[in-house]
């Protein structure tokens, strides 16, 4: 995708020397967010009484999971989310049954899908630290059947620190694959077969970002990152969510892609593909159910 040109709006901003005020972005932004395509109340069999949604990533035949806690991520469970194969719609995903506890995903602030992880069969990886609040260098392999059900799962520590998104994608590097992993302005790449304890390359250590927004999920495909940054509690009660693209290198594509915060109650966690149909996750601070909608990437 190319870079998007300054809204004219920004360019009037910078050629007049009109300051911006502390309570909107200095940033044009787009709303990319688009039709809901999973509507998960707080009574939803899949959450078992969690209520703060986290890592999200889209897995074999387009199933979706998604990491639940409670507050402080206490507690998480794996849910798991049946797909129909009809044209996307709200009918697309299904609880598949009761969440899988597993204390070991920490956090959950991140989740990755690799259909052959070391040639053991598909398996999600879950980052168990998140930005500042929850440090931690270590992921959480979940491994999965063939039909995507939730095995066994083992801690793997990265030798990088602490991290907060990770992604990997089986179409980067010519098809050999490859992994990205993230934290605040930093991004490592490492190849997609080996060790993951070892031979990470940090490729970039400004990545850039605005607004003093917080670390969410990532996602990653052929020749491109996403990084999404959410609202927190320093932002104004105008502040949207953002999404950066970047090329696997760190340079920027677009840095102006937003996702309306409402008034600080809709907070990015995650974003996922399936082949060309990419999708957010948005947990609500004021009790209505959390969603995942289309995003137009």
């Known amino acids: 995708m ?17 300051a911006t005020a502390s309570t909107s972005s200095a940033y044009a932004a787009t709303d990319r967010s688009g039709a809901e395509r999973l509507n998960i109340p707080t009574s939803s069999a899949c959450r078992a009484g969690r209520t703060v949604m986290q890592g999200m990533v889209a897995g074999p035949g387009g199933q979706l999971y998604i990491i639940f806690t409670k507050a402080s991520g206490a507690e998480p469970v794996l849910s798991r989310w049946l797909r129909d194969g009809s044209t996307w719609d709200g009918n697309s995903w299904t609880c598949a049954g009761a969440p899988t506890s597993i204390p070991a995903l920490g956090h959950g602030n991140d989740l990755a899908y690799h259909p052959d992880y070391r040639g053991q069969g598909p398996a999600l990886i879950a980052t168990q630290g998140s930005q500042s609040a929850y440090h931690s260098p270590d992921v959480t392999i979940i491994h999965l059947d063939s039909a995507g059900a939730i095995g066994a799962s083992e801690v793997v520590r990265l030798p990088i620190g602490n991290i907060s998104g990770f992604c990997y994608s089986a179409t980067a590097a010519g098809g050999a694959g490859k992994y990205a992993a993230r934290r605040a302005g930093n991004l490592w790449t490492h190849p997609g077969s080996g060790s993951l304890t070892s031979g ?31 609202i927190n ?47 957010i996750s948005v947990n609500r ?10 995003f137009t990437e």
């Open 285 to 294: 601070n004021d009790g209505r159910p959390d969603s995942v909608k289309v």
């Open 233 to 279: 509690s320093s932002t104004p009660a105008t502040g949207w969510n953002w999404v950066y693209q970047y090329n696997w290198s760190g340079g920027d594509v677009e840095t102006d892609i937003g996702i309306p915060g409402d008034d600080l109650k809709d907070e990015i966690e995650d974003v996922t593909h399936v082949g060309g149909d990419f999708f």
């Open 200 to 230: 990470w390359t940090l490729v970039k250590s400004n990545l850039t970002t605005h607004d003093n927004r917080s670390d969410q999920g990532i996602d990653c495909s052929e020749n491109y990152i996403w990084n999404t940054k959410s």
């Open 2 to 18: 190319k870079k998007k040109l300054l809204s004219f709006a920004s360019v009037l901003a910078l050629l007049t020397g009109i």
